[in-house]
């Protein structure tokens, strides 16, 4: 039996384009980045308070009797608390890069 050859994975272009980015021009564009990073943060975090507060109110309409009696209201109670996760996943997300472009966006002192 022949071996099998092993696929040589080709380098994308955006790869590409950051080893040849100098450590100027990175720091650029982590500090481009940034708004970008805010509007989404700012949209998950605003998604995730409305959810809680829908799911909330929602909790605080019924009895528990009547939660678990009819079906619709547990399943959308559900989907209210998988929805308020990945958006609280999402901000952890947006939280981190928002930090990542403030470390790595900021002016180096090391002088070539």
């Given at each position: 039996m022949a071996?099998?050859?092993k696929r040589v994975k080709r380098k994308g272009n955006l790869e590409k384009r950051f080893e040849s980015m100098t450590p100027g021009e990175l720091e650029q564009r982590w500090r481009d980045m940034r708004p970008r990073y805010f509007r989404?943060?700012?949209l998950f975090v605003l998604l995730a308070a409305i959810v809680y507060l829908i799911n909330h109110v929602?909790?605080?309409q019924h009895t528990a009797a009547e939660l678990k009696a009819d079906?619709?209201?547990t399943t959308t109670i559900s989907i209210l608390n998988v929805?308020?996760?990945i958006s609280c996943i999402f901000c952890?997300?947006?939280t981190v890069?928002?930090?990542m472009s403030y470390i790595y966006g900021r002016a180096s002192t090391k002088t070539a």
């Open positions: 071996a099998r050859q989404w943060l700012g929602f909790l605080m079906s619709f209201y929805a308020f996760q952890f997300l947006f890069l928002t930090g």
